[in-house]
T-cell receptor
């Protein structure tokens, strides 16, 4: 079974509008972390936002927020007020065993969502 | 700033050649990772290492080996390159312990095997 599932291969959004990128995950570990990364056409991976499984509140980072629904095992990324520079691939990732130092090293990535912002 | 560097941005090799991809990080991270990225498949883990001389297989280790002789350097080796190893290769590093330790990525190496 896939650990991370991103069901939207491509998305379009009008500039200045908000967009939600979906991510569902599969784990039986109670201690896990969820990450979102952005990959522009230049290729570098840029860390955007993090949500821990025990965090009581949804994570926010500037225009990025994470809609964390633990019971549904979903961690959707919300980008508000989209900008042309937001056009990129977006990857959801998970790490299990986050409080352990000798395990929980492996990250599991989804297949990504390609976001295009339309002027 | 954390910096992860990779020896080449673009590399062209011939089938059967031995290929070395080098990755260096300057933030004293214990963990280092090698991924390959292919369209529609996302990032797939090849190998990772959590200490010098230690290595763990990822999801797709076949056809690859790794070496970690120094903490800051993690090498990916293609013993006999094949055309199906044409891909983007990404190196990453992270701290060993701690909840918030995200992975920091290098710029990637686009390898073409002819």
């Amino acid at each position: 079974a896939q650990k991370i599932t991103q069901t939207q291969p491509g998305m379009f959004v009008q500039e200045k509008e908000a967009v939600t990128l979906d991510c569902t995950y599969d784990t039986s570990d109670p201690s896990y972390g969820l990450f979102w990364y952005k990959q522009p056409s230049s290729g570098e991976m840029i860390f955007l936002i993090y949500q821990g499984s025990y965090d009581q509140q949804n994570a926010t980072e500037g225009r990025y927020s994470l809609n964390f629904q633990k019971a549904r095992k979903s961690a959707n990324l919300v980008i508000s007020a989209s900008q042309l520079g937001d056009s990129a691939m977006y990857f959801c990732a998970m790490r299990e065993g986050i409080f352990l130092s000798n395990t929980g090293n492996q990250f599991y990535f989804g297949t990504g969502t390609s976001l295009t912002v339309i002027p | 700033d954390v910096k992860v560097t990779q020896s080449s941005r673009y590399l062209v090799k011939r089938t059967g050649e031995k290929v070395f991809l080098e990755c260096v990080q300057d933030m004293d991270h214990e963990n280092m990772f090698w991924y390959r990225q292919d369209p529609g498949l996302g990032l797939r883990l090849i190998y990772f290492s959590y200490d010098v001389k230690m290595k763990e297989k990822g999801d797709i280790p076949e056809g690859y080996s790794v070496s970690r002789e120094k903490k800051e350097r993690f090498s990916l080796i293609l013993e006999s390159a094949s055309t199906n190893q044409t891909s983007m290769y990404l190196c990453a590093s992270s701290l060993l312990a701690g909840e918030y330790n995200e992975q920091f990525f290098g710029p990637g190496t686009r390898l073409t095997v002819l």
